[in-house]
T-cell receptor, first 114, second 115 residues
Framework: GESVGLHLPTLSVQEGDNSIINCAYS??????FIWYKQESGKGPQFIID?????DKRQGQRVTVLLNKTVKHLSLQIAATQPGDSAVYFC?????????????FGQGTILTVHP | DTEVTQTPKHLVMGMTNKKSLKCEQH?????MYWYKQKAKKPPELMFV???????INESVPSRFSPECPNSSLLNLHLHALQPEDSALYLC??????????????FGDGTRLSIL
């Protein structure tokens, strides 16, 4: 079964608002997580990653928070823009002998209204 | 623009045809991947190549035949496909795992339609 899952399949926000997309994982041994953005007609685009020795990591307008206690991570997008409209996936790529067996969550569709 | 290039962008083929999908990367990555993505679903892993050798086959039917001729190229040969094989086929690459898990970088895919 899937090791990651998302709480909400869709999220609609107004331009300029902050967006929060959540993801839960089940494998307590997971130590690396990635957020991808997939726009219509394109492949998944790497946004940001975080390793388990961190609780928070910031990028340009994006922040990922990791709560290992409850096995939850979130992606926060500041001042959301129409160009942020896409499907967002979290993923927890394994290492070791399973290296490369990337499993995606179901995805959250973010719609930004002007 | 992605650094993983896939050709063709669109492909329509009959069930008796033989065709190939191509993927190229010049990032020096030694791991390459094929995924299948159906509409409104996440990508599903098909194959993993590490140092030009097949390391993972996720029980993919033999009508899909991967090939990695060198460290920059990855092909997916198609033969006798079924209508349910219509999907977006994504290629990805990453650094190898010797330094720890690394992110995969995706191309924009080939949209395949089987008539």
């Amino acid at each position: 079964g899937e090791s990651v899952g998302l709480h909400l399949p869709t999220l609609s926000v107004q331009e300029g608002d902050n967006s929060i997309i959540n993801c839960a994982y089940s494998n307590s041994a997971s130590d690396y997580f990635i957020w991808y953005k997939q726009e219509s007609g394109k492949g998944p685009q790497f946004i940001i990653d975080i390793r388990s020795n961190m609780d928070k990591r910031q990028g340009q307008r994006v922040t990922v928070l990791l709560n290992k206690t409850v096995k939850h991570l979130s992606l926060q997008i500041a001042a959301t823009q129409p160009g942020d409209s896409a499907v967002y996936f979290c993923a927890d790529p394994p290492g070791g002998t399973s290296y490369g067996k990337l499993t995606f969550g179901q995805g959250t569709i973010l719609t930004v209204h002007p | 623009d992605t650094e993983v290039t896939q050709t063709p962008k669109h492909l329509v083929m009959g069930m008796t045809n033989k065709k190939s999908l191509k993927c190229e990367q010049h990032m020096g990555h030694r791991a390459m991947y094929w995924y299948k993505q159906k509409a409104k679903k996440p990508p599903e892993l098909m194959f993993v190549y590490s140092y030009e050798k097949l390391s993972i086959n996720e029980s993919v039917p033999s009508r899909f035949s991967p090939e990695c001729p060198n460290s920059s190229l990855l092909n997916l040969h198609l033969h006798a496909l079924q209508p349910e094989d219509s999907a977006l086929y994504l290629c990805a690459s990453s650094q190898d795992g010797t330094g720890g898990v690394q992110p995969q970088h995706f191309g924009d895919g080939t949209r395949l339609s089987i008539l």
